[in-house]
């Protein structure tokens, strides 16, 4: 079964900073990974994917996460953050054969301090 | 262009009590997806269905039933609540893409059930 680890639980930052959120998953075979976001008060949405390819993967607002393989991670990160990146990350991932189920991890709640 | 509607925002039951928590998508997806959010857990996998009249179990399935009878609406029904389905319940729904199994999910705003 396939299981996403997201070590980080509560990260806090100044704006401006650069953020990097963790995210391992284990799973032997080809997967396909996503990362979430949840805003205050609203449902998650989609802030990008992996499918295949170019292993480093731009989402909106500025976002960006880079698939690395041997290390089963995908990580996201933003050189630059602002207060309205206040919200839940949520890793995800899915097998991409024949499972349509997400997994997902148990989040990161970022807050940012103007 | 509604996307996935859930129905009611909010609820408080009694233990013991029954509901039917709606959920409906307007983009004729074929997969729909009953979440529960609770602190520290994320979101884990209750019940799902590929298509009409079809439904599969989750990561957390019991004291729970759902119904796909049009493949526009997935009801999740609680029985008999118990304090721990106090929770956050989230639909998510996503086309069925031969191409891709991959397509994003599309969440509605969730609903705060509170069992006590």
């Known amino acids: 079964a396939q299981s996403v680890s997201q070590h980080n639980h509560h990260v806090i930052l100044s704006e401006a900073a650069s953020l990097e959120l963790g995210c391992n998953y284990s799973y032997g075979g080809t997967v396909n990974l996503f990362w979430y976001v949840q805003y205050p008060g609203q449902h998650l949405q989609l802030l990008l994917k992996y499918f295949s390819g170019d292993p480093l993967v731009k989402g909106i607002k500025g976002f960006e996460a880079e698939f690395i393989k041997s290390k089963f991670s995908f990580n996201l990160r933003k050189p630059s953050v602002q207060w309205s990146d206040t919200a839940e990350y949520f890793c995800?991932?899915?097998?991409?054969?024949?499972?349509?189920?997400?997994?997902f991890g148990t989040g990161t709640r970022l807050t940012i301090i103007p | 262009n509604a996307g996935v509607t859930q129905t009611p925002k909010f609820r408080v039951l009694k233990t013991g009590q029954s509901m039917t928590l709606l959920c409906a998508q307007d983009m004729n997806h074929e997969y729909m997806y009953w979440y529960r959010q609770d602190p520290g857990m994320g979101l884990r996998l209750i019940h799902y269905?590929?298509?009409?009249?079809?439904?599969a179990k989750g990561e957390v399935p019991d004291g729970y039933n759902v119904s796909r009878l049009k493949k526009q609406n997935f009801l999740l029904g609680l029985e008999s609540a118990a304090p721990s389905q106090t929770s956050v319940y989230f639909c998510?729904?996503?086309?069925?893409?031969?191409?891709?199994?991959?397509?994003?999910?599309?969440f509605g705003n969730g609903t705060r059930l509170t069992v006590t």
């Open positions: 998510a729904s996503s086309s069925d893409n031969r191409g891709s199994y991959n397509s994003p999910l599309h």
């Open positions: 269905s590929v298509g009409e009249g079809t439904t």
């Open positions: 995800a991932v899915n097998s991409n054969f024949g499972n349509e189920k997400l997994t």
